[in-house]
């Protein structure tokens, strides 16, 4: 979006996944004002790799293509109140799975 970003209303809803129902998060970008008006498609499996300047929520894009047929892409979000110049946004944890939680970058981790 030429560096500019996209506003609305991020929301993140639990639901219900696979056979054996294991919880997930669905990320949405909604309309300002809006329940039902996205804005991006929704992303599947979404999880909050890290909380600074910016939210950093990494998942599937799921984007319906007939009747039974679904196109998949992984997706990264950066999310701010504020306008963030690229080279400050919050990079992807060097290491995922090997953390030690004594390292400063590993603070805000969602595991």
């Known amino acids: 979006m030429a560096n500019e970003g996209m506003r609305g209303d991020l ?11 294991r919880p997930s998060f669905i990320a949405r970008l ?20 890290r909380v600074r300047e ?16 679904v196109e ?9 109140p504020n306008i963030i110049a690229p080279d400050r946004w919050p990079g992807v944890p060097a290491r995922p799975g090997h953390y ?3 390292d400063p970058a590993e603070d805000d981790i969602a595991y």
Do not use: H, N
Not at 54 to 69: C, D, F, V, W
């Open 72 to 80: 998949r892409y992984r997706q990264t979000w950066v999310c701010s």
């Open 54 to 69: 910016a939210m950093l929520i990494a998942g599937m894009e799921q984007i319906p293509r007939g009747r039974k047929s």
């Open 100 to 102: 030690t939680g004594f």
């Open 30 to 49: 909604l309309k300002p004002g809006s329940s039902t008006e996205e804005l991006l498609p929704q992303m599947v499996g979404a999880r909050v790799l």
């Open 11 to 21: 929301r993140l809803d639990l639901y219900e996944s696979g056979w054996g129902g």
